[in-house]
């Protein structure tokens, strides 16, 4: 859910992972796929978001020592993140909570 920033608010971290023996490891991602389209009913609704509305769909595999550990599926409006693009999420290469905050003014709260 997104929210306007103009509470105080406390950050943490939403993935944080390392190993059994508290060892930082190697993290990284790739992206799988990036694409634009029409929000389904469902998806709007809970994006609180008109049916006719442009979404952003994308898919990250994100690995843990060189080795796939999570497909990650984001959707988001498209109307809140208007320039994002394909190759901004590639150069990113971290986390996307701190693009969606330094690049499009958005601050996660909440995920879902």
Do not use: H
Request: charged share 25%; aromatic share 8%.
């Amino acid at each position: 859910m997104l929210q306007p920033t103009m509470r105080k608010t406390f950050n943490f971290a939403f993935l944080r992972l390392t190993s059994n023996f508290g060892l930082k490891e190697k993290l990284d991602n790739q992206l799988v796929s990036f694409s634009k389209e029409k929000a389904t009913n469902k998806l709007a609704k809970v994006l609180n978001i008109n049916p006719a509305s442009t979404i952003i769909s994308l898919k990250r595999v994100l690995t843990f020592n060189e080795k796939p550990l999570i497909l990650d599926v984001i959707k988001i409006p498209a109307q809140s993140f208007r320039g994002l693009t394909a190759e901004m999420v590639v150069e990113k290469k971290g986390s996307m909570y701190r693009m969606y905050e330094t690049d499009f003014g958005v601050r996660m709260l909440r995920a879902e």
